[in-house]
T-cell receptor, first 115, second 115 residues
């Protein structure tokens, strides 16, 4: 059983296009995240939702828009793709404890290549 | 500032050698959470350990051990008798208690274990 799944695994597209990445978790977690990992492996948080409410919105271009239709899903839509958007995008989820923070479970990643 | 420093960009060892990956963190919070994650060549991110700031006990799990020292703000990771399968990028991460759900990742240390 896949805990955190992402589709698609690979995405190759032209500059200027709009694309979406989908994420689903079956762990019953309340919190979900999107991370971007660049070519140097640096991981940067982009967004986080807790119980469908946006709680982290880092400085990312507003071409990136997350959507959480329910607690188990967090999608990422990217408009007007640019070359610099090429990266691996990871979805993750966690179950925060009262007054504490738990580890995150990551999806397999989506490798986005913008040509 | 709140940050995680992994000064070792790459480490190369021969199988069966012991290796220590360094992690130094900075936070103003007195309560915080530290993590290590592994990213093997296949690309997924795997949780290894979580530590609370008020629990300075060291931990051992098989060939893996972690040394948490608040006095030096370090949370180092040692692999004993390394194996080729340990080759991966290892990330140290911090969640300050007042940081919401925001995880601060170090830049990662790439470990090569040669047969």
């Amino acid at each position: 059983d896949t805990a955190v799944s992402q589709t698609p695994k690979y995405l190759v597209t032209q500059m200027g296009n709009d694309k979406s990445i989908k994420c689903e978790q079956n762990l019953g977690h309340d919190t979900m995240y999107w991370y971007k990992q660049d070519s140097k492996k640096f991981l940067k948080i982009m967004f986080s939702y807790n119980n469908k409410e946006l709680i982290i919105n880092e400085t990312v271009p507003n071409r990136f828009s997350p959507k959480s239709p329910d607690k188990a899903h967090l999608n990422l839509h990217i408009n007007s793709l640019e070359l610099g958007d090429s990266a691996v995008y990871f979805c993750a989820s966690s179950r925060p404890l009262a007054g504490s923070y738990n580890e995150q479970f990551f999806g397999p990643g989506t490798r986005l290549t913008v040509l | 500032a709140q940050k995680v420093t992994q000064a070792q960009t790459e480490i190369s060892v021969v199988e069966k050698e012991d290796v220590t990956l360094d992690c130094v963190y900075e936070t103003r919070d007195t309560t915080y959470y530290l993590f290590w994650y592994k990213q093997p060549p296949s690309g997924e991110l795997v949780f290894l350990i979580r530590r609370n700031s008020f629990d300075e006990q060291n931990e051992i799990s098989g060939r893996y051990s972690w040394n948490f020292q608040k006095s030096t703000s370090s949370f180092n990771f040692t692999i004993t008798a390394s194996q080729v399968v340990d080759s991966a990028v290892y990330f140290c991460a911090l969640i300050p208690n007042t940081g919401g759900f925001k995880t601060i990742f170090g830049a990662g240390t790439r470990l090569f274990v040669k047969a």
